[in-house]
């Protein structure tokens, strides 16, 4: 799919004439610039860390979200929005981490999912290392 996306962009690029002055090439850089970036963003929100391979780990991806909500973090707002989720009388496995509080936020999960009922489940730490960088 990264490939399709550079795919899209290298013939723009081929297309510059070498003749193309510089000022040109800095008024056409921000159309080319746009065109990759938008076929990256279609293939980014699937493309995640051999790291995490382990973890089967899941990734949402949605059309524009029109009922955002936010929630503080620190010392900002952090947006997100509320995804409904059957857990009931289901068997789960989830993996939490990596973070600097490893604990509380496995502590946090085994609440959420007491309090959704699940037949069973079971909460691993993560094998990633937290990275605050």
Same mark, same amino acid.
């Given at each position: 799919?990264?490939?399709?996306?550079?795919?899209?962009?290298?013939?723009?690029?081929?297309?510059?004439? %070498?003749?193309? %002055?510089?000022?040109?090439?800095?008024?056409?850089?921000?159309?080319?610039?746009?065109?990759?970036?938008?076929?990256?963003?279609?293939?980014?929100?699937?493309?995640?860390?051999?790291?995490?391979?382990?973890?089967?780990?899941?990734?949402?991806?949605?059309?524009?979200?029109?009922?955002?909500?936010?929630? %503080?973090?620190?010392?900002?707002?952090?947006?997100?929005?509320?995804?409904?989720?059957?857990?009931?009388?289901?068997?789960?496995?989830?993996?939490?981490?990596? %973070?600097?509080?490893?604990?509380?936020?496995?502590?946090?999960?085994?609440?959420?999912?007491?309090?959704?009922?699940?037949?069973?489940?079971?909460?691993?730490?993560?094998?990633?290392?937290?990275?605050?960088?």
């Amino acid at each position: 799919m990264l490939n399709q996306a550079i795919d899209v962009v290298l013939p723009a690029l081929h297309n510059i004439p %070498s003749s193309t %002055s510089i000022d040109q090439l800095h008024q056409d850089a921000p159309k080319l610039v746009d065109l990759f970036l938008g076929e990256i963003l279609k293939v980014a929100p699937i493309i995640k860390d051999r790291g995490f391979e382990e973890e089967k780990e899941w990734k949402a991806v949605s059309a524009p979200i029109t009922n955002l909500e936010f929630r %503080s973090q620190g010392d900002f707002l952090r947006p997100y929005f509320a995804v409904p989720l059957d857990l009931a009388n289901k068997y789960m496995k989830v993996v939490v981490g990596p %973070s600097p509080h490893a604990e509380l936020a496995r502590d946090s999960c085994e609440l959420l999912i007491r309090w959704r009922n699940p037949l069973r489940y079971d909460i691993l730490p993560s094998v990633v290392p937290f990275r605050n960088f």
